[in-house]
Nanobody
Framework: QVQLVESGGDLVQTGETLRLSCTFS????????MGWFRQAPGKEREFVAA???????DYADFVKGRFHVSRDNAKNTVYLQMYALKPEDAAVYYC??????????????????WGQGTQVIVSQ
């Protein structure tokens, strides 16, 4: 059974940097594209970024230039490096695995497995 475990969420101030990690286990990491989503209170879950096995990346417009997604295939881990955080970035961040070796999809329904989420709080 695939398991995803996120870590790295924290309370930070506006403008600071944070790196989230997601460790994958239970299957071959190579078979999955990995995505990051987030959900703020009262809002729907939204796509943030994705990385394929070959490290083709995709980003939501609102994080382009500020967030960087990467994966270490030797460590079965995907990262989300977040720079210049804003209060509106505060949310629970989830990593997810989609059963494709191609680019990571943007639709949450295309992802099979989800982590439990990690909280990011950005203070003014």
């Amino acid at each position: 059974q695939v398991q995803l475990v996120e870590s790295g969420g924290d309370l930070v101030q506006t403008g600071e940097t944070l790196r989230l990690s997601c460790t994958f286990s239970g299957d071959s990491f190579a078979n999955y594209a990995m995505g990051w989503f987030r959900q703020a209170p009262g809002k729907e879950r939204e796509f943030v970024a994705a990385a394929s096995w070959s490290s083709f990346t995709d980003y939501a417009d609102f994080v382009k230039g500020r967030f960087h997604v990467s994966r270490d295939n030797a460590k079965n881990t995907v990262y989300l490096q977040m720079y210049a955080l804003k209060p509106e970035d505060a949310a629970v961040y989830y990593c997810a695995a989609a059963g494709t070796t191609g680019r990571g999809p943007r639709r949450s329904s295309d992802y099979i497995y989800w982590g439990q989420g990690t909280q990011v709080i950005v203070s003014q």
